[in-house]
């Protein structure tokens, strides 16, 4: 099931070399899918309706931290801006609320082009306590 342009999303950020604290800002890194994959995880915040932070910093520590390295931030954005870069967002449950952006193309320079263009226009979200 696609996902609605108006859809706010988020994507969970573990490492410091996808954002800036200082300069408020998300780099392109943290739009890059892994390696071999045309797919990016991110998580429906605003549907069926708008999640609290508590809620939405709770799904990054259940679904997303496990015990890999801890979340750092986050980077929030609209479906419609996904759609704007002729990608998809996909519905992709379980675990709840989970989506995927889809497909990425192969070609590690288009890649990054995506990403860049999604970053500038993704917000920063910082934890706003150390759990």
Avoid: C
């Avoid at 988020?10 to 994959?37: C, E, L």
């Avoid at 605003?46 to 799904?59: A, G, N, R, T, V």
């Amino acid at each position: 099931m696609s996902v609605s342009p108006s859809e706010k999303l988020t994507r969970f950020i573990r490492y410091s070399n996808q954002f800036s604290h200082v300069n408020n800002v998300v780099k392109y890194r943290a739009f890059i899918p892994p390696r071999n994959s045309p797919n990016l995880s991110m998580f429906r915040i605003s549907f069926p309706q708008q999640l609290s932070e508590s809620d939405i910093w709770q799904i990054g520590h259940e679904q997303v931290q496990g015990t890999g390295n801890p979340i750092k931030a986050r980077a929030d954005i609209l479906a419609n801006a996904i759609y704007n870069n002729n990608l998809e967002v996909i519905s992709d449950e379980p675990p709840p609320r989970h989506a995927n952006i889809t497909p990425f193309p192969v070609d590690n320079k288009v890649r990054q082009s995506i990403a860049r263009k999604l970053a500038v226009v993704s917000e920063l979200v910082m934890p706003t306590n150390t759990t």
